[in-house]
């Protein structure tokens, strides 16, 4: 009886093993915990583990952009946070990533950062090309926004005398005079934290492109987008053009197009758990901002689902095989 017992139990056990379909186990790469961020790929990770069938992801700390390409280039994350100027370089073999490119694919952009050039008013500059020999912080010293800001620039033919500091130091040199100003990320269509603590007892004014700039950008930066700040990223403030890049999820190329799709679906159809994990997403419509500021291939799978939308996809982002 024992015997026969034991049969029937691991019978039911192989045949509940051949019904029950196995879990695709994805790994996230993100960013450091502490930064917001994070806090939203832990939201994404939720979302993806209740709504996507036979897909289970975790969320991995890590390094950010260049750490999560690397990984992505040894297949040892999945998903990560990539942003679209590093991004394009990576996929280009350009600058740090000559010689080494990074298949990365893109699966969606949840948020763009304008980068907003902020100057003392009393500095007596109003336009980009005034800031010629101009102390002027380029971003916080290894960031994005310097590297980004100096590329910007050199581009541009306008060559500040640059200043480096941790944010903190150059909020405090601003506010004394002893530079004119920095460049800051904004947060959405919205101007930094720092900055408004700036403009709180310092007038200041914003910088933006001109139509020229603008086209030169377009045409020689392909890493970066030019977008269009409405009036009110801080009271007083007017409506300007500036550069901007994206914060995106890239994909190894060889996750299943099945799974992508999904992702992307669930993802998309599902803002709310996000936009409490991290406020600029309120609004925003994460898909067109996917197409506008993109800088890779797109997964096929992300592609499926964005043409189901009716979405027109730019020749730039169309999947490679």
């Known amino acids: ?20 379909p196995a879990q695709e186990r994805l790994l996230i790469g993100s960013t450091s915990s502490s930064s917001s961020h994070y806090s939203y790929f832990v939201a994404v990770n939720q979302i993806i583990n209740d709504q996507v069938e036979g897909v289970s992801t975790s969320v991995a700390e890590t390094g950010a952009t260049v750490d999560n390409l690397r990984r992505l280039s040894r297949d040892q994350i999945d998903l990560g946070l990539v942003t679209t100027n590093t991004g394009y370089h990576a996929y280009q073999g350009q600058g740090e990533f000559e010689g080494r490119a990074v298949d990365s694919r893109l699966l969606w952009v949840y948020t763009v950062a304008p980068q907003n050039v902020v100057l003392r008013e009393d500095a007596g500059v109003d336009e980009l090309a005034g800031l010629e020999g101009v102390r002027l912080n380029p971003g916080i010293t290894g960031s994005a926004t310097e590297a ?21 130091d150059v909020v405090s040199a601003i506010k004394d005079g002893r530079i004119a100003g920095y460049v800051k990320s904004g947060v959405g269509d919205r101007l930094d934290g720092s900055t408004l603590d700036i403009a709180t007892f310092t007038p200041i004014t914003v910088l933006g492109l001109s139509d020229d700039q603008a086209a030169t950008l377009r045409e020689q930066m392909p890493d970066v987008a030019v977008v269009d700040v409405p009036a009110g990223a801080a009271e007083g403030v007017p409506g300007y053009r500036t550069w901007a890049f994206g914060v995106a999820v890239h994909a190894n190329p060889n996750l299943d197009e099945e799974s992508a799709y999904r992702i992307v679906k669930a993802v998309m159809e599902n803002p709310e758990p996000q936009a409490n994990a991290f406020s600029a997403i309120k609004g925003a419509d994460m898909a067109k901002m996917t197409l506008q500021v993109g800088s890779v291939p797109l997964h096929a799978g992300a592609a499926r689902y964005y043409r189901e ?9 169309k999947p490679v095989e």
């Open 309 to 317: 939308q009716g979405l027109e996809i730019p020749d730039a982002l």
């Open 148 to 168: 980004t800001t100096e590329a910007v620039l050199s581009t541009l033919g306008i060559e500040p005398d640059y200043v480096r500091g941790s944010t903190s």
């Open 1 to 20: 009886m024992k015997t026969l017992l034991t049969a029937a139990v691991a019978s039911a056990a192989i045949l509940t093993a051949a019904t029950v």
